[in-house]
């Protein structure tokens, strides 16, 4: 993904969408990266297409979903590192599909039953909606760098980078609770202790500062 800095800042959680299908070709590229990603990371994330089903419950209509026929399931094998597995990859998905022209929103427990085929050891995470807004969202207020970050004036820039993609990241509820620290080369990331989607969202926010930082710059403690 180009400028992907760009595609952080540029996207917003929407909810709301046009009646408007995605074209065949947007489906293909999506598709396709999917399948890179499920087979670098063992996930089993799985798209679905003008099936408004899912989004047309009860819980959809409290989340304030509209017109929704497209999703991604985040599927998995189950294990302690799932829900932040699901957030990484689920995330550089959701930058791909801004990417290409689409609009997305990370819905935890708003929307109904996914029609994803799932092995007896899977487990669905979460589910993101997709498709073409009617507006492009809009932004959300921010923590500061030094809130979520040991960051210092003399700290490198691609640490200060990093941050600043991360305080990027959605989150639930935009609760951003979570935490950066550097030493020396290392970086530690730890998500925060009461809240809802910690572990989704702290997948979210390291896939984030990893595309920003540059993963050569740094290794996770």
Known sequence: MDNVFELMKARHSVRQYLD????DNIRTQLNNFAASLNRQSGLNMQIFYDEPECFSSRLAHYGRFENCSNYIAMIGKKSDDLD???GYYGELLVLKAQELGLNTCWAALTHG?????????????IVISLGYGKTQG????????????NIMADSPEWFKRGVKAALLAPTAVNQQKFRFTLDKNKVSAKAGVFGSCLKIDLGIVKCHFELAAGRENFSWA
């Not at 039953?113 to 995470?125: F, I």
């Open 138 to 149: 809009s932004e959300r207020k921010s923590k500061l760098p030094a809130d979520v970050s």
């Open 84 to 86: 932040e597995k699901c």
């Open 20 to 23: 408007k299908p995605i074209p």
């Open 113 to 125: 039953k996914s029609k994803a085929v799932l092995d007896k050891d899977e487990k669905e995470v």
